[in-house]
């Protein structure tokens, strides 16, 4: 079996970062042929420097190696080079590309290791790898990120040992003090600049690689923390997103999955820059505590970060009838608790049935938790910025208090008799809505609700009769 020496280095962030050195280190003389690469070293720039720790191999680190033509090969770390700067990669005949062995007249190697990847040689002798993967998903670890999140390349003459690996991608660093137990981070860009899925990498031998995102790529990243990441307002956490090289024109959204107890969202609307090979710090930042789903957006009541009947903000929830409190699937008079059918008549239950019987949130979610007036969802148009955005794939409005933090309300709709009305039946952006407690005025058959629609919102009660089906969304001082 033919054995492959190769010197080389993954990119993975330690305590203080990293900064590549460009030395070739030898381990000794192995017989048999041999590649050497060298690492490559970081932008120099205020805010995308690295320095510090090295990066070592860990065992089970996959490389895959196309020498000399488009059919790739699969190489595994030899387990006694773990855990040291240069290493050792054996043939390990678990993956190899699909491919006419059309020869290239370079060497290529690719981390991480994947059978998807495609190799192919223009005429003008670029080289272009494709499917290129961007991790949507990415492992929490303290301090760093996990194997196979941050892709790299090298590129040689066929027949030279001398392997130059390019990094390509950057890292987003956030610090973050806090309190509660975090499951997931999710990190998306405001303007939908992708930042993870497969992506097109074209390279020349001395030059740096040219990065093109597939059409089907996605705008968000979420970072699994399995344990739950435990905050603490004392100690700060790092946490660190592999990303491709990405401008972010309008910034981008974090939002803290807390699970049982809702989510959390920061924004910022400035443009910022994560640049290949390097990493953008962002400033260290405080999150409300959390002892329960909710937001304070800086405005007379705090907002539920999801409708009743949901386990995620993006979550349509259940649907209600105004005043009644358990869900159906079909609404009309007929059905509706507070329709007299004899005198074809809505009755009278109240102007305002916040914190009543009547009211789907204290309810269902408990004492203390109600629907919002008429006056307290009119703040959410008067003192919010609101944008269009999605959370994973799902179309909605998103609306920024005076403080920074946010809400995200999903293009819900309502229900009709037996049918569902959503954003799916009318223009992108459209159509979220939820009931108010207030009854609409001089009209006894009607109730106000909050129409989100293409990144604005309006207060209205006019055509939204009692008996049809809103999602809740609650309040609570």
Not at 222 to 238: G, I, M, N, Q, Y
Not at 311 to 337: I, L, M, R
Not at 395 to 408: D, E, Y
């Amino acid at each position: 079996m033919k054995t492959i020496k190769i010197f080389a280095v993954i990119f993975m962030l330690m305590l203080s970062g990293c900064k590549l050195s460009e030395d070739i280190q030898e381990t000794g003389s192995i017989p048999g042929h041999r590649y050497v690469a060298a690492m490559e070293g970081f932008v120099p720039d205020t805010r995308t420097e690295l320095v510090g720790n090295q990066v070592l191999w860990s065992s089970g680190d996959m490389i895959m190696v196309f020498d000399g033509n488009d059919a790739g090969k699969s190489y595994v770390l030899d387990q006694a080079s773990s855990g040291r700067a240069s290493g050792e990669f054996i043939p390990s005949g678990d993956f190899v590309t699909e491919a006419s062995g059309k020869e290239t007249g370079s060497v290529v190697a690719f981390y991480p290791c994947s059978s998807d990847l495609i190799l192919s040689c223009a005429q003008d002798g670029a080289l272009t790898l494709d499917n290129v993967l961007y991790p949507s998903e990415q492992k929490y670890l303290s301090s760093s990120f996990a194997n196979s999140s941050f892709p790299m390349i090298s590129v040689n003459p066929a027949g030279e040992n001398e392997l130059q690996f390019r990094n390509l991608g950057g890292v987003l660093h956030l610090k973050v003090r806090g309190n509660g137990s975090v499951s997931k981070v999710i990190l998306e860009s405001n303007a939908g600049e992708f930042i993870s899925g497969n992506a097109s990498v074209t390279v020349t031998q001395g030059n740096l690689p040219v990065i093109a995102m597939h059409d089907n790529a996605s705008a968000s990243i979420s970072l699994l923390c399995d344990p739950p990441l435990v905050l603490s307002e004392d100690k700060v956490a790092d946490l660190y997103f592999s990303l491709p090289p990405v401008e972010f024109t309008s910034g981008f959204t974090v939002t803290f999955d807390y699970g049982e107890k809702g989510t959390l969202v920061k924004q910022t609307g400035k443009p910022q820059s994560v640049k290949r090979s390097g990493i953008l710090h962002m400033p260290e930042f405080a999150l409300e505590d959390m002892s329960g789903p909710f937001v304070d957006l800086g405005l007379s009541v705090k907002w539920a970060t999801m409708n009743v009947g949901a386990s995620a903000p993006e979550e349509y929830g259940h649907y209600y009838a105004w005043g009644e409190t358990e869900e159906k699937k079909s609404f009309s008079k007929g059905n509706y608790a507070y329709f007299d059918s004899q005198l074809m008549a809505y009755q009278d239950i109240g102007e305002d049935i916040s914190g009543t019987k009547y009211d789907a949130a204290t309810a269902n979610w408990g004492e203390g938790w109600r629907m919002p007036t008429m006056a307290e969802i009119q703040e959410l148009v008067d003192f919010c910025e609101w944008t269009q955005a999605r959370v994973n794939r799902v179309g909605g409005n998103r609306i920024t208090g005076p403080n920074g933090n946010s809400i995200f309300i999903p293009n819900a709709g309502y229900w009709q008799n037996s049918s569902q009305y959503f954003d799916d039946d009318y223009p992108e952006g459209s159509f979220g809505l939820f009931w108010s407690a207030t009854i609409g005025s001089g009209k006894n058959e009607e109730a106000y609700i909050i129409n989100c629609e293409n990144g604005h919102g309006v207060v209205a009660y006019r055509y939204w009769y009692r008996h049809f089906g809103l999602p809740v969304r609650p309040v609570r001082d």
